[in-house]
C-alpha cells in the first residue's frame, strides 16, 4: 500500500513536470529570469528521475519484506487473537461443564441423603419391629414357663394333699386303708374342687 502511495507520488510528479517546464520556457519569454518561483527544469527532471530510481529500489529490495514483515506480524496477532478467541470459548465450555457436573454432584448428595435417611428410618424400623417380637416371645416364654411352673408345683401340691389327707385319715381311723381306691376318691376330690375354684374364678 504503500509502495503504491509513493509511485502516485512519483506520477503526480512526473505529471507536474510538463507544466513545471511550460512555466519556465513562458516565464523566460517575460523577460523576469532568475525568479524566486522560477523551476529549473533540468534539476527538476533529474530529481525526478532520481526520485523515480529510488522508488523502483526501495519498492523491489525494501518495501516488498517490510511489507512481508508487516503483514507476517498482522498474520501472527490475527492468529493470536483467533487463538485466544478459541481458548476462551474452550475455557466457557469447560466452565459449563464444570457448573454442570457441580449441579449432578449436588444433586447426587442429596439423593444419598435421602436415601441413607430413609434407609436409617427403614433400619430402625425392622429393629424396633424385631425387639418386640423377641420381648414378645419372651414373654410368652415367660408366661409359659410360669404357667408350667404352676402347673408343677399344683401338682405337688395336689400330691402333698393326698398324703397328708390320708395320713390324716389313717390316724383317725386307726387302720389302714386302701390306698389305691382312697388315692383316686381324694385325687377326684381335690379335682373337683380344682375344677369349682376355676369356675368360681
Not at 42 to 58: D, K, N, P, Y
Not at 96 to 122: I, N, P, T, V
Request: charged share 30%.
Amino acid at each position: 500500500m504503500r509502495a503504491s502511495r509513493m509511485l502516485t507520488t512519483a506520477l503526480v510528479f512526473a505529471a507536474a513536470s510538463p507544466v513545471a517546464l511550460w512555466a519556465q520556457e513562458h516565464g523566460g519569454e517575460g523577460g523576469s529570469g532568475g525568479g524566486l518561483f522560477d523551476i529549473n527544469v533540468g534539476l527538476s527532471l533529474w530529481t525526478l528521475f532520481v526520485f523515480a530510481g529510488l522508488v523502483f529500489i526501495l519498492g523491489k529490495f525494501a518495501w516488498g519484506p517490510i511489507l512481508a514483515a508487516v503483514e507476517a506480524r498482522e498474520n501472527a496477532i490475527q492468529g493470536a487473537i483467533d487463538e485466544a478467541a478459541k481458548r476462551n470459548a474452550e475455557a466457557a465450555k469447560l466452565l459449563e461443564e464444570h457448573r454442570q457436573q457441580l449441579a449432578d454432584a449436588r444433586r447426587q448428595a442429596s439423593e444419598f441423603m435421602a436415601e441413607g435417611k430413609s434407609a436409617g428410618e427403614r433400619v430402625r424400623k425392622e429393629i424396633e419391629e424385631k425387639a418386640r417380637i423377641e420381648g414378645q416371645a419372651i414373654v410368652d416364654r415367660a408366661r409359659q414357663e410360669i404357667q408350667r411352673e404352676r402347673d408343677a408345683a399344683l401338682d405337688m401340691m395336689r400330691k402333698e394333699s393326698v398324703e397328708l389327707a390320708m395320713a390324716a385319715a389313717s390316724h383317725l381311723i386307726h387302720q389302714n386303708l386302701d390306698q389305691s381306691k382312697d388315692r383316686q376318691l381324694v385325687e377326684r376330690f381335690i379335682s373337683d374342687m380344682d375344677g369349682s375354684e376355676g369356675a368360681q374364678a
